[in-house]
């Protein structure tokens, strides 16, 4: 997959529906290509220094000692949690088929979305309704 | 000269096929030998030495071999002091690069690097078919068939060490016409002109370093901000590369511009590049020259055809931890082409195998898993007692070259044995050791935390779940000292007898 193809890709996510392309094409450059195989962990459940996934193709599972929470899918992201309070994940995130993802190192993760505020907008809106959701449940 | 009848491996069938000298194919096939895996290496040179019969272009490597360092020369803990040396059992066949170094620098000539590869080569009595391009690959039921400029060769599995040699541009319009890296004009011819760089990464910088005494401006434009290794400890533009970096920072003419290529253009007596900055904006820069520092990728040839899937663009295959292709068994690679298996990334860090550094202990590694899992070699495991495997597993923390030169990458196993207890498995990579089922066991790391100190890792196995714990930092990286051995001895506790 090309470069181009790569913002192309992006262009159509949510997360990153507020860029540019210009702004893409830097943010493309920022993230790392990875692919994992089916059966492959991404993120590891009390690993610390994980970093932050976006799916560009294929399915995930969340899993918690072994059992599946939830699925996620192209546009999700996942990792976020754990770099924003340098904490260890609280799941695992194992592919489910083969799963492509854009990666951005713990680290750069901070500065990414300092610099892309859309971005970290984006981020605040998922997880503003993962809360209520979480809270649909409680109450 | 020798005759064709003189050179080694004929075509043939072979129990394995080795494809390349570099540094990755010398140092697979060394490692082979010593455990008595029959095999054939082919390589398209006259000569061993991969990239460094030709590169790095401006004649100096980036990696230090210390020739006075706090371990002795020819020793295994040596060999973090010199990242540029292939590894061996016996003393002879250590630290050959330093024999050649005249003590103008502590990074090794380009000249230097291949006479020591070479002195690897002559002493190990590694056996080489040179001169034999390997041309097209065809799978068959029981393995592949290699036609070769000599003829073919059928093989079960085939390592491929080809290195990440092949020039790489990406999709720029007009960056056809832009000379890569590997044809640099003459620095001398550049006096006095204006040249833009497209890449930021350390070709880009050897480069820029390169022409501070020749060029008027230098400009280094990519989309990505540049990394730098002296803050990530490893990934990066490393440090001998900093005096242009230092340059641009002071504004003495070198830029370094953070802003996509939209395209280039040669006009009759200069060159245009616009440019598209999330800071700068559209700039548009008139230079004498561009150069393409936009990095290698792995000739791959056919395979991709055959099934082995890539990544980063095709640059890289993708490949599993003891780096087979994750998509046609049979299929593996050492040497620099080991980058595409990431690992765990922690931090975002994966690995140090784009060098020889570290490329060099992942070939010992795969070695000893092809040996193990192809040709039934059994592999010692030396029992270290409940008494002695504290001790062992901080000194490899302290010492192993394969821990620091492969961080949160490669670790050290110890497994307790129903029978014999502890018993030491050797060097394997981090994430096949965590994601893989198995007995109580542990492994120890040495890793980066994010306030940049060194600490000693341990992940536990225990009833088939893995758990990390950091033991404490040392201010002199010794972790052999009360607090590691107590924190150590309680974990390892929790699966069995260790007295501390």
Not at chain 1, 66 to 78: D, K, N, Q, V
Not at chain 1, 104 to 118: C, D, K, N, S, V
Not at chain 2, 62 to 69: D, E, L, V
Not at chain 2, 260 to 280: H, P
Request: hydrophobic content about 40%.
């Amino acid at each position: 997959m090309s470069r181009d193809e790569i913002v192309d890709a992006m262009a159509g996510l949510v997360l990153f529906a507020d860029l540019s392309r210009p702004q893409l094409a830097a943010a493309a450059h920022t993230f790392e290509e990875e692919w994992f195989t089916e059966g492959q962990r991404i993120l590891r459940q009390g690993f610390t220094g994980s970093n932050f996934y976006v799916i560009l193709e294929g399915e995930a599972a969340v899993k918690i000692n072994g059992e599946t929470r939830a699925t996620l899918a192209r546009g999700e992201f996942f990792g976020e949690v754990s770099v924003l309070l340098g904490e260890a994940p609280t799941a695992d995130v194992v592919a489910l088929r083969p799963l492509r993802c854009m990666v951005l190192a713990g680290p750069e993760t901070e500065p990414f979305l300092i610099a892309y505020p859309r971005v970290m907008y984006r981020i605040l809106q998922a997880q503003a309704r993962r809360l209520r959701t979480a809270n649909l449940w409680r109450g | 000269m020798a005759r064709v009848a003189d050179r080694p491996h004929p075509p043939g069938r072979y129990p394995l096929v080795v494809v390349g000298s570099g540094p990755g194919g010398l140092q697979v096939s060394y490692f082979l030998r010593r455990l008595g895996v029959h095999h054939a290496v082919l390589s398209a040179d006259p000569a061993p030495g991969g990239m460094f019969r030709r590169y790095p272009l401006f004649q100096r490597l980036n990696t230090w071999t210390k020739p006075y360092a706090l371990a002795e020369r020819r020793t295994r803990p040596y060999e973090w002091y010199d990242w540029n040396s292939l590894v061996g059992d016996e003393p002879a066949h250590r630290s050959t690069v330093p024999e050649f170094m005249d003590g103008t620098s502590y990074f090794p000539s380009r000249a230097e690097m291949a006479r020591g590869l070479e002195a690897f080569a002559e002493r190990t009595r590694v056996q080489v078919r040179y001169d034999c391009r390997w041309e097209a690959t065809r799978r068959e039921d029981d393995g592949f068939a290699l036609e070769t400029s000599d003829g073919q060769y059928r093989s079960r599995a085939v390592v491929f060490a080809i290195g990440m040699a092949e020039p790489w541009k990406p999709d720029i319009p007009g960056i056809e016409a832009v000379p890569h890296y590997v044809d640099t004009p003459p620095v001398t011819t550049l006096a006095g002109k204006r040249v833009f760089l497209i890449g930021k990464r350390n070709s880009g910088f050897e480069i820029a370093d390169a022409l501070l005494p020749w060029a008027r401006q230098i400009v280094l434009g990519s989309p990505r901000p540049p990394i730098m290794s002296v803050f990530t400890s490893g990934a990066g533009v490393r440090a001998k590369y900093l005096v242009p970096y230092e340059d641009y920072v002071m504004g003495g003419g070198v830029f370094i511009l953070d802003a996509t290529i939209e395209r280039v253009e040669r006009t009759a007596d200069d060159w245009r590049v616009f440019t598209t900055g999330q800071r700068t904006g559209p700039l548009e820069f008139r230079v004498d020259q561009v150069i393409a520092t936009t990095g290698f990728s792995t000739p791959l040839a056919d395979l991709p055809a055959l099934g082995v899937a890539t990544f980063s663009q095709g640059r890289l295959p993708r490949q599993t931890p003891y780096w087979e292709s994750s998509t046609l068994p049979g299929i593996y690679f050492a040497g620099a082409v080991t980058q595409g298996a990431i690992g765990i990334r922690k931090h975002g860090s994966a690995g140090n195998s784009a060098g020889v550094a570290g490329a060099r202990h992942n070939a010992r590694v795969l070695a000893t898993h092809l040996a193990q899992t192809r040709f039934g070699v059994a592999i010692p495991r030396p029992a270290l007692g409940s008494d002695g495997v504290v001790g062992f597993m901080l000194a490899e923390a302290t010492r192993a070259p394969e821990l620091w030169n492969q961080q949160a990458y490669l670790a050290r196993v110890v497994t307790l044995d129903p029978a014999a207890g502890w018993v030491d498995d050797g060097i394997v990579p981090l994430a096949a050791y965590v994601d893989a089922a198995g007995p109580d066991a542990a492994a120890i790391t040495v890793e980066l935390d994010t306030n940049g100190d060194h600490h000693p890792t341990v992940y536990l196995r225990k009833d088939g779940r893995v758990s990390e714990h950091a033991l404490p930092a040392d201010p002199l990286l010794v972790f052999e000292g009360t607090k590691q051995r107590a924190e150590l001895a309680a974990l390892l506790g929790d699966l069995g007898p260790v007295a501390a």
